[in-house]
């Protein structure tokens, strides 16, 4: 057990939809990282958080957005969903940038 | 744009040392070699990471050659629960985020 959450576990949805992942960090982690794993991309960086603060910025589409909260928890909002988006969706977090970085068991989205 | 060179995939006799090497022949001064591994599709699991020098913690060895182009990962006795996808990752001491390749799968057998 990583100490980082994410919640739903499972999620099934239609095109067009919305949807919102969140995540909590290992307690005392400022940093929240969130990354998509498909079939066809492997594992890819989407956005990272400090302290609330967005910090950088991966393979994020534009009808993707995220926020980390005053309580450091962090969601990630899935908007006009395609068949696409279907993906893991994993939260990590750290202390800071340059430290290690420790994945949640993810989200599983399936838009059909 | 991965900066690291795996094999595909690896198989690996139970209770038999693992080795898993990784190239990474442009790393720069800067930047750490870490080690995850994901089992399934559960949430990719740090291992361990290194600058220069070799590190060992409770879960595996990392050596780290002197002109750091390449390392090994060592599992000590590999067990099937190990059977996982290895991703080799070199990552800058002030960036955050993580650029997975394709990893190595390790397959341990009985």
């Known amino acids: 057990d990583s100490g980082v959450t994410q919640t739903p576990k499972h999620l099934i949805t239609a095109t067009g939809q919305r949807v919102t992942l969140r995540c909590s960090p290992r307690s005392g982690d400022l940093s929240v990282y969130w990354y998509q794993q498909s079939l066809d991309q492997g594992l890819q960086f989407l956005i990272q958080?400090?302290?609330?603060?967005?910090?950088a910025k991966g393979n994020i589409l534009e009808r993707f957005s995220a926020q980390q909260f005053p309580d450091l928890h962090s969601e990630l909002n899935l908007s006009s969903l395609e068949l696409g988006d279907s993906a893991l969706y994993f939260c990590?977090?750290?202390?800071?940038?340059?430290?290690?970085?420790?994945f949640g068991p993810g989200t599983r989205l399936l838009v059909l | 744009d991965a900066k690291t060179t795996q094999p595909t995939s690896m198989d690996c006799a139970e209770g038999r040392a693992a080795n898993l090497p990784c190239n990474h022949s442009t790393i720069s001064g800067n930047e750490y070699v870490y080690w995850y591994r994901q089992i399934h599709s559960q949430g990719p699991q740090y291992i361990i990471h290194g600058l220069k020098n070799n590190e060992t913690n409770e879960m595996a060895s990392l050596i780290i050659t002197e002109d750091r182009k390449s390392s090994t990962l060592i599992l000590p006795h590999a067990t099937l629960r190990d059977t996982a996808v290895y991703y080799c990752?070199?990552?800058?001491?002030?960036?955050?985020?993580?650029?997975f390749g394709q990893g190595t799968t390790l397959q341990v057998k009985p």
């Open positions: 990752i070199v990552r800058p001491s002030n960036t955050g985020k993580l650029i």
């Open positions: 958080y400090y302290n609330g603060e967005e910090r």
């Open positions: 990590a977090s750290s202390g800071g940038p340059p430290e290690t970085q420790y």
